[in-house]
Antibody, heavy 119, light 114 residues
Framework: QVQLQESGPGLVKPSQTLSLTCTVSGDSMTTGTYYWSWIRQPAGKGLEWIGRVFASGNTNYNPSLKSRVTISVDTSKNQFSLKLNSVTAADTAVYFC???????????WGQGTLVTVSS | DIVMTQSPDSLAVSLGERATINCKSSQSVLYSYNNKNYLAWYQQKAGQPPKLLIYWASTRESGVPDRFSGSGSGTDFTLTISSLQAEDVAVYYCQQYYDPPPWTFGQGTQVEIK
């Protein structure tokens, strides 16, 4: 059974960099043909896809965030990471990591982690 | 970007009755080479991550009750809950994954018990 778990600071100051890591268990990131995505959800609002990474390091980003986002992968640790710089209060949200299955969409999700941007 | 629009934003249905949610994409998500619609439906209960219900517009994910069904093609899609149960109270989202990214979601539909 594939499991994903987000980790990282729950509080980030404005203008600083938000950094999160997703640890994947039950599946090796280097097998299969899956991408690994980050998705966020402000409180009481809908879902926004941030971007994704393949085991090779290939990435795709949402154009709305592309200038501030970096997603990377560490296959030796079976982890992938999100960095979002120059954050503002508008970046306050629950951040999810998920497996991006070409045939199905997002078939496995982490529980999500709340990141608050505040001084 | 492909814009996904759901309707209604919320609906209240009696237990055992049918619930229908619509989703419209701003362009077709049907791949002609395999005749598949790259459209998924998710259920999100309070405080939980979304759960995949339906992919390829009409294929039920393993373990999903058969009261959930998806239909439609091209730009117009429907999620139907044939007989609403108390545990189906949730927000439902459609999402397109038609290449290339970005992937986009509908705004969500809140389903409640009348």
């Amino acid at each position: 059974q594939v499991q994903l778990q987000e980790s990282g600071p729950g509080l980030v100051k404005p203008s600083q960099t938000l950094s999160l890591t997703c640890t994947v268990s039950g599946d090796s990131m280097t097998t299969g043909t899956y991408y690994w995505s980050w998705i966020r959800q402000p409180a009481g609002k809908g879902l926004e896809w941030i971007g994704r990474v393949f085991a090779s390091g290939n990435t795709n980003y949402n154009p709305s965030l592309k200038s501030r986002v970096t997603i990377s992968v560490d296959t030796s640790k079976n982890q992938f990471s999100l960095k979002l710089n120059s954050v503002t209060a508008a970046d306050t949200a629950v951040y999810f990591c998920a497996r991006d299955n070409r045939a199905k969409g997002f078939d496995y999700w982490g529980q999500g982690t709340l990141v608050t941007v505040s001084s | 970007d492909i814009v996904m629009t759901q309707s209604p934003d919320s609906l209240a249905v009696s237990l055992g009755e049918r619930a229908t949610i619509n989703c419209k994409s701003s362009q077709s998500v049907l791949y002609s080479y395999n005749n598949k619609n790259y459209l998924a439906w998710y259920q999100q209960k309070a405080g939980q991550p979304p759960k995949l219900l339906i992919y390829w517009a009409s294929t039920r994910e393993s373990g999903v009750p058969d009261r959930f069904s998806g239909s439609g093609s091209g730009t117009d899609f429907t999620l139907t809950i044939s007989s609403l149960q108390a545990e189906d109270v949730a927000v439902y989202y459609c999402q397109q994954y038609y290449d290339p990214p970005p992937w986009t979601f509908g705004q969500g539909t809140q389903v409640e018990i009348k």
